[in-house]
Every structure is written in structure tokens, then in C-alpha cells.
């Protein structure tokens, strides 16, 4: 935790030097900050990595900030770079190279969507055509009959033991791709998750329901650093159903709204308060109708990322502003 406190000082300082920057917590600021002029994503507070998670964050921002530039140069280095032959993208690319080629499923179907509303957005047809490509090849690789369902796994890799990752199921994702199976199977496996407390980062579908795990490389059940994104990705749907499942978290998150790690029945583990975990309770508030308790944590997490700057709270922020309170990403 201290390297990761140093880091995040210096960030602050090299941007702190930067006065025409927009503020964080933004979609210009999180452009400015972490795009570099190739359009790749740096994770300036990680080692300078890229990941395709990250470009799809800077996809839909851009879509957001109606900036067609940046989203031309993001995803023509997304497409050179990180395109594998089943069109799929890359997860890690670092050092000149893809050093982890196994896709991430959250990534493809953000890059997707993003590319799709910018068919829409820019008026550039290749762009929804691209969309449509990276869904089909979502569809024909990262989906597998489980518990008498299709469902959306956390990529290839996690197929035959249909290993999923319930943040990385984006409703909005779906109604937009026409994913109307993997959304409903999404929504009825969310549902059961729910029925004993928060979220999981992970889960295992078996034939008789799911269950939560630890994540693939070993550990406890824990609502975290992922699992924070599901109430998000819940009160941004269009349908009622997903937002009553965003705000049955809220209960579970009032308490102590920022801490990043909690067990699953919401008690808070020690751990540093984080943007992203302020903007899932956030989205949690929204979708119970407590407008005014989300938009301070809104304002909470906005302030935290301005004095703590991090790849993944800046992102968060801003997709949190775009996903709640505009339409900058698609209106029901």
C-alpha cells in the first residue's frame, strides 16, 4: 500500500503541473491524463501497463465526451495492438507487446457497445461494423450452456468451468448488442448472488445455481475492486428489474460507503476508501431512490480521485457521472 500511496503522490504532482487539464473524475479529464497521443492507455500508477478494460473505458468516454478524435486514435491502437484472430482483445500489452493474450470479457463488451454507439454518434458506419464483429466474436467465444442457460463467462479460458465475473455484465451492454439471452441469464444469476448478500468479484455456475468463489489466482469471496462496478452496471439498465437489484446493495453499503474490500454479508474489511467503491454505492443510492445520498458520494469520490489520481478511480468516476446522470451513453 505505501508504493501504491508513493505513486499516486507523484501522479498528482506531474499533474498538478498541468493547469489546463479538466478536472478529474471526468471524461475529458481522464482522456487528457491517461490517453497518450497513440491512443494507448496508460496505467501511469501500474507500472505504465496497458489493458483492454482500459480502452474500452477511454471507447465509451470518448462516446460520452462526444470527442471523435480520441476515440479514433484509442481504438485504432486497440485494433493494431490488442486484436487477436478470433477478434477478441488482448487483456495486458506492456514493454512493445502483448504479454497476456487472453481476452477479458468486461473489455470486449464495454469496446463493443462503444463502438456501436459511435457508429451511431459519429455517423461511421466501419465503427458499428466493428461493434458488431467484437460481438459476434463475444458471442461465439465467451458464452457457455450452464445451469440450463446461456451465460456470458469471464473470457475462453473460463468455458468449460463457466467462471464468471458478475461485474462484468453490462445490461446496457446488452439491450444496445441484442444480447437478450445473456441478459436474462445475467439478471436471474445476479438475483441469486443477491439472495445472501453482496456481489462476489467471482462465481462458479454449476447445474443446480451458482456460487461465489475467490478469484482464479486463489482466495476468499469478497465484494471488491470488481464487484464494486455490479450496483453501477445494474442502476444504469434501462429495465426496472436490474435497477430493484442495484438497490437492494444499498442496505449493505451505507455503511462505511468507500471501503474497497467487504466481506459478502457487507461488513467492511480494512482497506483505504476508494472512488470506484464510492461510486457503487453511489449507483446503489440511485437505484433506491436516494438521489441526494448519490450525488454526494458522487461528489465524495470525485474529490478523492482529485487528491488520490489512479487509473481505476478516475475511470470510475467518470463512467459513474456518464452511466447516472446523463445520456451521453445511450438514453432508454
Avoid: K
Amino acid at each position: 500500500m505505501r508504493l501504491l500511496a508513493v505513486t499516486a503522490l507523484l501522479l498528482a504532482v506531474a499533474l498538478a503541473g498541468c493547469d489546463e487539464q479538466a478536472p478529474a473524475g471526468t471524461a475529458d479529464g481522464f482522456l487528457e491524463r491517461y490517453v497518450g497521443d497513440d491512443g494507448r492507455v496508460v496505467r501511469h500508477d501500474q507500472g505504465g501497463d496497458t489493458v483492454s478494460e482500459g480502452q474500452a473505458y477511454a471507447l465509451l468516454l470518448s462516446v460520452a465526451a462526444d470527442d471523435e478524435d480520441h476515440f479514433a486514435r484509442v481504438w485504432e491502437w486497440t485494433r493494431a495492438n490488442l486484436r487477436r484472430r478470433d477478434g477478441l482483445l488482448a487483456w495486458r500489452w506492456a514493454d512493445g507487446r502483448v504479454v497476456e493474450n487472453e481476452p477479458a470479457t468486461d473489455a470486449d463488451l464495454d469496446a463493443a457497445r462503444a463502438l456501436v454507439l459511435a457508429g451511431e454518434r459519429f455517423g461511421e458506419p466501419r465503427y458499428a461494423s466493428a461493434g458488431r464483429a467484437l460481438a459476434r466474436a463475444i458471442a461465439d467465444h465467451a458464452t457457455a450452456w450452464a445451469a440450463d442457460r446461456t451465460v456470458l463467462v469471464a473470457g475462453p479460458w473460463a468455458r468449460d468451468r463457466a467462471v464468471v465475473n458478475p461485474s462484468y455484465w453490462s445490461p446496457r451492454a446488452f439491450q444496445q448488442l441484442g444480447f437478450d439471452d445473456v441478459a436474462a441469464s445475467s439478471r436471474r444469476l445476479t438475483e441469486r448472488l443477491l439472495e445472501s448478500g453482496l456481489p462476489p468479484d467471482w462465481a462458479r455456475v454449476e447445474p443446480y445455481g451458482v456460487i461465489p468463489t475467490g478469484p482464479p489466482s486463489g482466495g476468499e469471496p469478497a465484494y471488491s475492486y470488481d464487484a464494486v462496478r455490479v450496483p453501477i452496471r445494474l442502476a444504469e439498465s434501462c429495465d426496472p428489474a436490474d435497477r430493484r437489484l442495484a438497490a437492494r446493495t444499498w442496505p449493505r453499503l451505507q455503511d462505511a460507503p468507500g471501503s474497497a474490500r467487504r466481506a459478502l454479508d457487507g461488513a467492511p474489511v480494512a482497506g483505504e476508501e476508494h472512488p470506484a467503491a464510492l461510486v457503487g454505492a453511489a449507483a446503489a443510492a440511485r437505484a433506491a431512490g436516494d438521489r441526494r445520498a448519490s450525488s454526494d458520494l458522487l461528489d465524495r469520490a470525485a474529490e478523492l480521485a482529485d487528491a488520490r489520481p489512479s487509473y481505476y478511480g478516475d475511470a470510475w468516476v467518470a463512467l459513474g457521472r456518464e452511466m447516472l446522470e446523463t445520456g451521453a451513453l445511450g438514453r432508454c
